[in-house]
């Protein structure tokens, strides 16, 4: 199958790829929510995380991906949902993050009040995968339905209206990062509902499979390059000479991006990664080792074919 081909790249157990493609077969999805099967702008490389994750969700269970910054948290949940077919509802958890976002809130429709369905609710109708994004953010209101929504339960009580059971392709996945403003630790009956992956840092061959995948028409020595700037800051985090802002793989690749539209790669890489911080002193630090890679008078071809 097309979509599975970059796991058998990856060499992920073919019994698992088998599985992953028979549930893909035995679940079809709801016309009102197939726009949301969304194929991943960025591919996940790691065979192991993979084939921990695809066992998992074939069992029914649910995953709770840890690890700072820029291990690739959210771009194998994406690619998750779509290595199962599934349509993909993400949960981005904050400080008004509620119950009524989740499940859903009244609202007054032709004369007569109805539910306006939430993320969560429209994930388990559907058998959708629900990304639930910095769950360690999340309210104790927005905990308390999910509890019951991850647990062997698997139903969801709406206060005024029926209780519903969620469909038997439903995943929730949730994402962490440690330490940062506004997180908190997760209580022990929350974590109990997940299955928990670690997410390592990116390594060298993580980063080339995705610079490759993405811009195949890219030269070599120049992929190379952007792969030592990220990997160069990468170090500069974890020995906390800076901050994980300017750490930002998501940047990177855009600038990589935009290089192909004719500018220049230095102006692209201070956009994607050199201006995400705002400390004077944090910044200069960022621009010298961008500049160790990224020489100011590379152009377009010095980057593509």
Known sequence: MEELRFLEEQQVSPELIRQA????????????AVHRIVKPSIPFYGKEILEMAVAGLLRGENLLLTGPKA?????LAENLAYIF?????????????????????????DNEVKLRKGSIYQCAEYGGFGILD??????????????????YRRSIDVPGYDRIELHPAA?????MNYGYAGTKELNEALVSRFLVIDMPAQTE????????????NAKMTAVEQFVGVFLDLQKKALNSEISTKPLDLRGLLA????????????????????????DVFEKEIVEDVVRTRIPREWAKEDVYE
């Open 21 to 32: 493609e028979e549930f893909r077969n035995t679940y079809t999805t709801d016309e009102a």
């Open 71 to 75: 291990t690739g948290k959210n771009i």
């Open 85 to 109: 077919g599934r349509p993909s509802y993400n949960v981005s958890f904050h400080v008004n993050t509620n119950s009524g976002d989740l499940i859903g809130t009244d609202t007054f429709i």
């Open 134 to 151: 910095e769950i360690n953010m999340a309210k104790n209101d927005a905990v308390s339905v999910l509890h019951a929504t991850l647990d």
């Open 171 to 175: 995943r929730f996945i949730g994402t």
């Open 205 to 216: 061959e993580s980063l080339n499979f995705i610079f490759h995948q993405m811009f195949p």
């Open 255 to 278: 600038a990589m991006k935009i290089v192909d539209t004719g500018l220049s790669p230095w102006q692209a890489v201070q956009m994607g990664v050199i201006n995400k911080t705002f």
